[in-house]
């Protein structure tokens, strides 16, 4: 589905991501773990096409993503980024309904449906008639997954979308995208700082350090001391495929 070519980027003359390449298959939830500053939001917006590599190429099934119209680009593709957020006071139906705009410019019965459908899976019907600027930021963000879902999205870009989740509902969101996955072939790219849960939910993990794909592989065989060493500069001890923290190196 997404083929990453070698792509490279700077702000600066300095670069700041450094020859990349990765494939995505159809159906995946692949996490992205890093270090602050690694270049895991640089990389979504990459991806995402919100901002274009200095050389190399992101193809999406074969075609290069900038050569993609941005309205054909959101009728395939849904992001949310860590700073997204609602600043004007639409209602959170109406937030969601936005969803549809990449496909049809007003939705008929059975898209009322579908958007109420996925509104009460993600436990955000209850708002449906509540400005998004009154919500808190968990709830508001559960409206913002929403009009992704609402989107029929075959590529969902998350960067850290749930962090301000409560634990209970983190983990049914994550349920919910993994039945996505199941039913609908989305694939699914999340950049995550909650290192435990993407060791366990994960078909695979892409791990950067300072603009640099370091390990590109599944959970399991990545779960090492030297995995922690390399990525996060931690000692740990792997016991039972779990890991515990021992020091800072």
Known sequence: ????????FSY???????????????????????????GKSTLLKLLSGA????SGAVLYNGKDIHSMPQKERAREIACIYQSTSCAFPFTCYEVAEMGLYPHKPKPDNEDVEFIYEIMDKTDTLQFKDKLITELSG???????????????PKLLLLDEAMSGFDISIRLK???????????TGMSVIYIRHDIETAF????????????????NDKPERLLTEQFFSDIFNVKTEIQNDRFSIINIK
């Open 1 to 8: 589905m997404l083929e990453v070519n070698n792509i490279t």
């Open 12 to 38: 600066t003359k300095e670069p700041f991501i450094n020859g990349l390449s990765f494939q995505i298959k159809a159906g995946e939830l692949v996490s992205v773990l890093g270090a602050n500053g690694s």
């Open 51 to 54: 901002a274009k590599p200095q």
């Open 138 to 152: 968990g709830e508001a963000g559960r409206v913002l997954l929403a009009r992704a879902l609402v989107q029929k």
């Open 173 to 183: 969101m994550i349920t919910l995208l993994k039945q996505f996955i199941h039913d």
């Open 200 to 215: 366990r939910d994960s078909d695979r993990i892409l791990a950067m350090k300072n603009g640099s794909l370091m390990y």
